[in-house]
């Protein structure tokens, strides 16, 4: 929002400035359904009735996002999902999700062969399918991985690998605790790349709305 709030300043067609407000005014809604979110929990477990959920819109809206936070072109992420992937949730929550995993591993692709064009294999894909009842989503990234050891250990709450100031360990945490609630499973793996997939695991829903 701030980025584009500066673009605004700069920008003298009239219509790119009516497309940067319409997105300013998108991602404020989004923090006001977040934060909402977020009060209902802490109050009496209250929340908005979850809801179906496109994989596909909701990724894409995730992965702008990450794009226009961290400054990035568009070949840091490639988006390998089908439309019509549909699963239950609060879809501003699973936005939440998928921008904390993205976020994630860029850093981690960042840290690992730093902020630098690595030629035509995209650093971060996304990849989603389905599997009889269930849907398989992936984040793959060609980053420095995640230990053994600690694949058990970093969805806990303030667990974190990073340096002091830059991780609070609560990314992951908030991330298991949101997917737990959709009725869906995460864990980590070693990608075919030798970096970190993330593999998350949804109850698919049907066009009605009902469960697999």
Known sequence: MLSLAEAIDAEEDPERVRFFAREIVGYAERIRDIVRQLCDDASDGASPRATRVDLA??????AT????SMGLDGGWLSLEVPDGLLVWGREAELEQVFVN???NAVQAVIKR???LNLGEEVPVTIRGERR???IRLTVDDRGEGVPEEHRMSIF??????KA???GTGLGLNITYRILSRCRAAIHVEESVGGGASFVLTFPAVDESGGLQ
Request: aromatic share 8%; hydrophobic share 30%.
């Open 65 to 68: 996002m990450v794009e226009r």
């Open 156 to 161: 806990d709450p303030f667990f974190t690998t």
């Open 101 to 103: 995993l993205m976020k």
């Open 132 to 134: 009889g009842k269930q």
């Open 57 to 62: 819109s909701a990724l894409s809206t995730a």
């Open 113 to 115: 062969h730093g902020d």
């Open 164 to 166: 002091p100031g830059e």
